[in-house]
């Protein structure tokens, strides 16, 4: 089984809708957690919405830091996956075993105003997400090596822009 974090700053909404997807799709060959640098502490109630209108299961959602999976006896992570700016360019801890990270910047729908354009925004983040992800799990990860696996991140990412 392959370890996935999936990092954003707020950990509210991005990151949340990523590990949901990840460990759903992964149908048991990835085990996914999501994290901020500064946690907000809550999940947004639209990702969680979101969720639940696809029937993507997340039944301990919550707001954590990513200092919880570089502290002694964390899960070690296989692959990282930043999906906003600010988290991809700040200073990360240090992982233990070097995981392969790549970025795929997703806009951030928490913000959007009013309400129903909200929900719109969840769902454009859902789809693109959804949408590399399904890319992700498809691939023969157990055979791939961390230069192919950063090399088919990019490109998924780079497809799903196109």
Same mark, same amino acid.
């Given at each position: ?20 997807? !990840? ?22 109630? $639209? ?21 919880? !999976? ?10 990282? !996956? ?17 995981? %392969? ?18 929900? %719109? ?14 890319? !992700? ?5 157990? %055979?791939?090596?961390?230069?192919? $696996? ?13």
């Amino acid at each position: 089984m392959k370890n996935i974090l999936v990092l954003c700053t707020g950990n509210s909404a991005r990151s949340i809708l990523g590990e949901a997807l !990840f460990n759903h799709l992964g149908q048991g060959r990835i085990r996914a957690f999501s994290a901020g640098s500064q946690p907000s502490g809550k999940v947004n109630p $639209v990702a969680l919405e979101t969720l639940e209108k696809h029937g993507v299961p997340l039944p301990e959602a919550r707001s954590k830091s990513w200092d919880e !999976f570089a502290a002694p006896g964390a899960p070690e992570i296989d692959y990282i !996956f930043t999906v906003c700016a600010s988290a991809a360019g700040e200073a990360c801890p240090i992982w233990l075993g070097h995981p %392969t990270t790549a970025h795929w910047g997703i806009d951030d729908p928490a913000h959007v105003e009013p309400l129903e354009a909200r929900r %719109t925004a969840f769902e454009g983040a859902y789809r693109k997400l959804r949408q590399r992800i399904e890319a !992700f799990v498809a691939l023969p990860l157990e %055979t791939m090596n961390a230069a192919e $696996v950063a090399a088919a991140a990019k490109r998924i990412q780079q497809e799903s822009e196109a």
